[in-house]
């Protein structure tokens, strides 16, 4: 057996902590629902003169998930929505997640609860371990609701936060769908801060989009000490992509007081090379290529080699960030154990990287690195 | 044989639509300015110290059009050019776009009407069918030559349009030279455009480059219907590159109206990946890498590959974008062709497609898709 | 044999020009120092729970530098450095810079003079050829230290860069760390050179940030007429990396005057397909991957790769940017000869381009293109 072949092997056994999900839907649901959940970028409907199955996730999910519900490989989309529909969602759901060979989720229950699983869901469905990412602008968000005065809103925010956290092992923000991070991202001062509250309770609303509170809670969390999630890049339309780049952090990054938290750049397609630059000039910086893998499908082999090129191996992580359809869940594991073993090995046989160290170095990004970022145990 | 060369077969007899293309030259030409348009961004003179066949496009000429005119693959350009001279422009011609196998050419008539062949010469020189592109700037730069008033501008672009469009299966904006994609793209006021209107033509100018202008064009097409072609990316060196990204078009994406009719991101290297992000994202975005393929030659293989990532199978099109020389408008094709055959073989050799599933996507991109968003019928 | 045999040959045998570098240590340095030289971005120390050696570059010196240094390939980290401190400064240094094949450096000898060699240094420690680059903000710095006034700046300012580029082979600017290149970048009026000038002296600077020196600096270069070097891309964190990206150069190159003058864009990584089209679309415009081949190590065939895409071959050129550890110097033509061999071989092997072309471009780029652009005769 060549040194290829072991590393094959060695990444198929390897349990992943797959350090930022979501939950699998609870209920079933109609083909068109679930078509749209194949596509990230639109929350529209998918147009009736195609399918979202012509894709390369849908693709991935006919070849790596029809085998898992017993049908061949490539079986045609129709067939494999009957047979899913057969089995129903929670066998479905049970035999995708067990089937990733995923010990540890962490979760960011802050978008669709009730419709998806919940922590304890998620472990219970895969039989594996689940620990929570609070993520923080739905902390926000409770506060109005709630009817916190301007004046009360940094600490009751403070306060909050530090509750939710506790039992968390990171948290989130997606101040790339709010605002961009293309603007000041400084600790905002407390006046600041209880004058946007005032405006923002005033005015009704409920979905956080003042760049103010939105630094506040940044800050905040660094105070806090959990690792920080952040989305950049690829996401829904909501928002600008090119505002997202993990670049534009360059100067949050530079803030005094952040270099003592571990910060987290998510998902970052098209920008995983800028993140990678990010991790290499930052010692307290990771990021993952999570999201991108399931919807680039087969082309995941060339966005994991991307990502492995500025980045000490140190300083990356594996996550699916899947939502909703089990298949997304499943397929991240798939993906990456394939383009791991696929560049890896490649570097093997041409000599470049020992055996020792290809499998070293998938331990590390698959499970290691995500056990110390998150002090898992 | 194997399925990759199945699929081989089956991409080499695959009719293509061209949808977007300009004329071949109607006359020949000196060497030093057939060189000068093989170099897409510098309208100057090739310096004299080298020579632009040195280049990958320069490279594909001399292996893949030379059999074309009875030469040995890699022929020296001293040779190739001789040849060239030997059997005139209108053998050359023939030969080089007959052999491209191409159904239907979409032709961009706006620029170099005159010294390129039209659509119907397109047609008469290659033996396939050609189809009308009517580009917006075009149309509005008749208006001041015929003394059009502003106040009437408005009226007078539209009925123009309209009857420009009659027989027209698209329209094109190049936006992208004359302002950029980073300004305010919604509709003008009506008393905006005739302001506009009134100071282009007193200021005598030819060429449109009033943003008020060049967005009342956009939208008129809009109101149209037809499918829009929009110049993103690489061109010549005119535009500013990275303000003819397509990611800055997002909020014309977003306006009103806007997703009621197809939009055509045109050749969009090295900002592919943010195309297919839009093409993913809105329904009725769809997207092409044409232009690249011929330029980057032998890399045009992971060009393509890179096209195949978030965008849905049904919004990817094939172009050449050639004008001039009809080693373009072969070329495109070779490139294509032998692009997504190596890429969508390696993809059923290695298992993750089925070689069903890889024909059918050719045929999807190569010729349906355009036949679908152009009603070519 | 075959042909791509015959091009890994060739290629092993080409002497190169190493167009831009800088000295190898002079002294013996700790292990914690070496490591953190092995980190372009980030100018603080590793963090202790990780080593910067777990990183492509990290692999690339333990596969290729030990056997240099009489070690098996991929010997572990401590083997490595306990071998490289028993044989000592000078001996790595000779072994490493005489196996790198480099028949001439480009010196820029503007950062950490005296604790790296000189260009005699250099040429003495490699038995080879060594050639002066002068740093432009160097040149400035030396001003207000010796108290020359405002109003005698710009004639001082040209009086010493004609000394120092006397002997010297060309220039080179560190715009993209002290402003970046998204500024106005004209040449500014003699009345505003002064004015900043005595500002500058006045506020007792040494780091010259000043936008109006900066572009005066580099405008006095392009009447010098020598090449000019400038760094964009990829590089320590006090850049903003975006802001470094060289499609931000084209009002520059668009400047009347600046054609006269080559202009080579280092490094360029991760925009480097912006850079190939700079080198397409203006005569004068060369560039060059150097720094991130040797930083992402076995992904550097990719690289390379991206880097044969639009601009024509004899714009482009091989440089290391070494600067500190000798193995800098020795990786960055082992990388490149490696993917130069594997990038050009794929081709001959496929049938896209010739043996002798392969040849021939691998010689124009290592070696030929680089004695043109500097007249090394």
């Not at 709010?178 to 409920?206: C, N």
Request: with cysteine.
């Amino acid at each position: 057996m060549g040194s290829a072949e072991h590393i094959a092997e060695h990444v198929a056994a390897l349990r992943l902590v797959d350090h930022h999900v979501h939950g699998a839907f609870t209920a079933d649901l109609g083909r068109a629902e679930f078509e749209t959940h194949l596509n990230e970028g639109s929350p529209e409907p998918v147009p009736e003169w195609m399918t979202q199955f012509d894709s390369q996730l849908g693709f991935a999910i006919r070849r790596w998930c029809a085998p898992v519900l017993d049908l061949p490989a490539h079986a045609p989309a129709d067939e494999y929505w009957a047979r899913r529909a057969e089995l129903g969602v929670r066998a479905v759901t049970e035999r995708l997640l067990r089937a990733a060979g995923v010990s540890d989720w962490l979760v960011d229950t802050g978008f669709g609860a009730g419709t998806v699983l919940d922590v304890d869901g998620m472990a219970g469905a895969s039989q594996a371990r689940g620990h929570l990412i609070v993520r923080l602008e739905s902390v926000a968000e409770e506060l109005p609701a709630d009817g916190v005065a301007g004046r009360d809103y940094a600490d009751e925010f403070g306060a909050r936060l530090e509750r939710a956290a506790h039992g968390a092992v990171g948290v989130k923000s997606i101040l790339a769908y709010r605002a961009g991070f293309d603007i000041d991202l400084s600790p905002p001062a407390p006046h600041a801060v209880a004058d946007a509250a005032r405006r923002w309770v005033d005015g009704g609303a409920t979905r956080l989009v003042d760049p103010v509170l939105l630094r506040h809670g940044l800050h905040a969390a660094v105070r806090l000490g959990l690792p920080i999630q952040i989305h950049t890049g690829f996401g829904d339309r909501d928002l600008d992509l090119h505002r997202a780049n993990p670049i534009h952090l360059l100067d949050f990054l530079r803030t005094p007081g952040v270099a003592d938290v571990p910060i987290v750049l998510l998902h970052c397609y098209p920008y995983h090379r800028e993140a990678g630059y990010l991790a290499q000039a930052f010692g307290n910086v990771h990021f993952d290529v999570g999201l991108a893998i399931n919807h680039v499908g087969v082309r995941s082999t060339q966005v994991v080699a991307e990502s492995f090129e500025l980045a000490p191996f140190a300083k990356q992580l594996y996550s699916s960030d899947a939502w909703g359809p089990p298949e997304l869940h499943h397929l991240g594991a798939v993906l990456w154990r394939r383009a791991v073993t696929s560049v890896l090995g490649d570097w093997v046989t041409s000599g470049d990287w020992s055996a020792a160290d290809a499998r070293r170095v998938a331990d590390m990004v698959g499970r290691d690195n995500a056990r110390h970022v998150y002090r898992l145990g």
